[in-house]
């Protein structure tokens, strides 16, 4: 790694020098001086760290001199890196030859079983050495759905989601620890002081974790429900619902988006549908009779001159599942028909 951190400087620096981010000039200007200076260092590593450091140059348009981090993370493709999850052993190339290393297994682990593993990328920290694998499948084919298959998801006030089928997603639990955290980063802030800076770091890591936590499991729970088509609103009416400062900092920060995220790759792992609908009315809209009349809805409650009455959000979130079922049976009428004479 240490190595590997010189050669991207080197190809950076040579990169910066004559202003180019042209990989076949660049790899022409440096490679035979890297094989000279490391002749021990794969070949192969040299192009993917060549990749890294183009990559690089182009971020910054070779607008300014890179400094590479002594042991970078260094990143493998699959002529210098094999993972066997059947077999349980990596086989890697180093400055010292390949070696094959054997691991363990884990409930985490056991879920990429029938997956392929594609790259890597070997990261040092805290004094250990990790390895992410990216691994991949192909899609599985896209399961036949017909309006009852059809959820409906909406984002309330006090509930985080609120799902057509009347199950509410209460963020007491989010709005506890976000509540937590927002007070120890404000009393650390205002300290200011070097190991206060430190503390701040360590728990804003921490708060993310804990969403990234919240997000995997609403996100798996949803996925792997009876559902096979999730709809949404196309964008964020996160800011336009808000409910006051105070539930803006406490759950502003929640990041829906990641939620999206790992639902849609979940979803789509199982072959299922993700649908994005339109957000116009979804809350003014009966979806009893469809009327739309913003005064029908006061607070978090929805009644209609028709006699229908519901939770708002759970009525928004009908709606919702409503267009979805639009959008599906108009993306099944779109398919070709096929008719031989
Ligand atoms: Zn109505």
Same mark, same amino acid.
């Given at each position: ?5 010189? +050669? ?9 020098? =004559? ?14 001086? /890297? ?10 590593? %040299? ?8 990559? @690089?140059? $182009?971020? #910054? ?12 993370? &260094? !990143?493998?493709?699959?002529?210098? &890196? !094999? ?12 400055? *010292?030859?390949? =070696? ?22 070997? =990261?040092? *920290? ?12 192909? $899609? ?12 409906? +998801?909406? !984002? ?29 980063? !404000?009393? &650390? ?10 503390? &701040?770091?360590? /728990?804003?890591?921490?708060?993310? *974790? ?11 729970? %949803? ?17 336009? $619902?808000?409910?006051?400062? *105070? ?46 009349? $913003? ?17 708002? #959000? ?5 709606? +919702? @599942? ?5 959008? %599906? ?13």
């Amino acid at each position: 790694m240490q190595a590997a951190s010189k +050669i991207r400087q080197l190809i950076c620096d040579f990169g910066f020098n =004559i202003q180019t981010d042209n990989k076949n000039e660049l790899h022409d200007l440096t490679y035979k001086k /890297i094989r000279k200076l490391y002749p021990e260092f794969p070949s192969a590593l %040299i192009q993917t760290s060549r990749d890294v450091a183009i990559e @690089a140059l $182009k971020k #910054d348009k070779l607008g300014r001199k890179i400094k590479v981090k002594q042991m970078s993370a &260094l !990143r493998y493709d699959k002529r210098c &890196l !094999r993972v066997s999850f059947e077999h349980k052993f990596i086989s890697i190339s180093t400055i *010292r030859g390949r =070696i094959k290393l054997n691991f363990g297994t884990n409930k985490q682990l056991n879920r990429y079983i029938d997956w392929k593993p594609k790259a890597g990328m070997l =990261i040092y *920290r805290n004094n250990n050495l990790f390895l992410n694998v990216v691994v991949e499948k192909e $899609k599985p084919i896209i399961q036949q759905a017909t309006a009852k298959d059809v959820l409906g +998801i909406d !984002r309330g006030i006090n509930n985080i989601l609120v799902c057509s089928n009347n199950q509410f997603f209460n963020s007491k639990d989010l709005k506890r620890v976000k509540g937590k955290y927002q007070y120890l980063k !404000r009393v &650390l802030q205002s300290k200011g002081t070097k190991p206060a800076i430190k503390r &701040l770091k360590l /728990i804003s890591g921490k708060e993310t *974790r804990f969403v990234t936590d919240v997000n995997h499991r609403l996100s798996k729970a %949803i996925a792997e429900s009876d559902f096979k088509v999730f709809a949404f609103e196309r964008l964020s009416r996160m800011t336009k $619902k808000s409910n006051g400062k *105070r539930f803006n900092r406490m759950l502003g920060n929640w990041s829906y988006n990641q939620f999206e995220l790992f639902l849609s790759y979940k979803a789509e792992a199982l072959g299922k549908q993700i649908v994005k609908v339109n957000p116009r009315y979804t809350s003014q809209k009966c979806s009893n009779c469809n009327t739309i009349k $913003k005064t029908n809805r006061e607070g978090s409650w929805y009644s209609c001159g028709c006699g229908f009455q519901l939770h708002a #959000d759970l009525n928004a979130s009908r709606n +919702i @599942a409503n267009l979805g079922i639009s959008e %599906i049976s108009r993306l099944f009428v779109n398919q070709p028909k096929v008719t031989t004479i």
